[in-house]
Nanobody, 123 residues
Framework: QVQLVESGGGLVQAGGALRLSCAAS????????VDWFRQAPGKEREFVAG????????AYADSVKGRFTISRDNAMNTVNLQMNSLKPEDTAVYYC????????????????WGQGTQVTVSS
């Protein structure tokens, strides 16, 4: 049984930074594609960033390119999301999700989701 737990959310001022972590138990995260999503109240869930199994490929939404960095820490069995230069429009609940799919860019199937962590950016 796989369990995912997100951590690192909080309240920051615009221009600040946060590091989110997705920790796994029951399975090894490097066996899965890992994607981060976010959802703000009244809005659809949107893709934020993703990393392939080896960590050699990453993908980002246009809205976060140049500001967010996704990476793996295999020794800790985690995937991290470093968020810099935060903007009020980044405010949302952030979720990590893992997929056993073979196509990295096909964001159409996920096996497990975390509970989410709240990120609030004040102006």
């Amino acid at each position: 049984q796989v369990q995912l737990v997100e951590s690192g959310g909080g309240l920051v001022q615009a221009g600040g930074a946060l590091r989110l972590s997705c920790a796994a138990s029951g399975r090894t995260l490097s066996n899965y594609i890992v994607d981060w999503f976010r959802q703000a109240p009244g809005k659809e869930r949107e893709f934020v960033a993703g990393v392939n199994r080896s960590g050699s490929r990453t993908a980002y939404a246009d809205s976060v390119k140049g500001r967010f960095t996704i990476s793996r820490d295999n020794a800790m069995n985690t995937v991290n999301l470093q968020m810099n230069s935060l903007k009020p429009e980044d405010t949302a609940v952030y979720y990590c999700a893992v997929s056993d799919r073979v196509i990295f860019t096909a964001r159409n199937t996920y096996d497990y989701w975390g509970q989410g962590t709240q990120v609030t950016v004040s102006s």
